[in-house]
């Protein structure tokens, strides 16, 4: 049985990967939205979202590593440690995915005639469903390693 300290711990994780899923949502929302303002596009509009997007994620992020090393440090779970560092370098390179996506996709709108650019949405579409796929696979791993601290 975990100490209730480590319990909260992991519930504060998943309630932040929560925060993150629900960032992802409006800032995919926020592009959908850019996008419709196109050819003449409101770019402050969306370089503000764009900010608020990062400090949100730099904010979660921070925390999350705090989680990282108290799992480590305080509650001896390197193995938890190390799912959440895996765990941040797909975060970060979804986010770098989905900033390239969505360039690409205003490239693509932009230039409806030029089929590379269609071709670029698709590959990093792909890329992205690797990527979420690869997260999922680790939050699972997590939770069936931090269901026996439970």
């Known amino acids: 049985m975990a100490p209730p300290d480590c319990r909260a711990l992991l519930q504060r994780f998943h309630g932040l990967q929560a925060e993150r899923v629900e960032a992802y949502r409006l800032f995919e929302e926020g592009h959908e939205a850019y996008l419709r303002t196109g050819p003449h596009y409101d770019f402050q509009h969306y370089k503000q979202l764009v900010h608020e997007i990062t400090q949100a994620f730099r904010g979660i992020s921070q925390e999350i590593l705090g989680i990282k ?38 490239n693509a709108q932009d230039h409806p005639e030029d089929e590379n650019c269609q071709e670029t949405v698709q590959e990093l579409r792909h890329k992205l469903i690797k990527n979420k796929e690869a997260l999922s696979e680790i939050l699972q791993d997590f939770k069936y390693d931090s269901e026996e601290a439970e």
């Open 69 to 106: 090393e108290r799992l480590h440090q305080e509650f001896d779970r390197p193995d938890l440690s190390e799912h959440i560092e895996k765990l941040q370098a797909k975060e970060k390179q979804k986010l770098e995915l989905t900033a390239k996506l969505q360039l690409a996709k205003q």
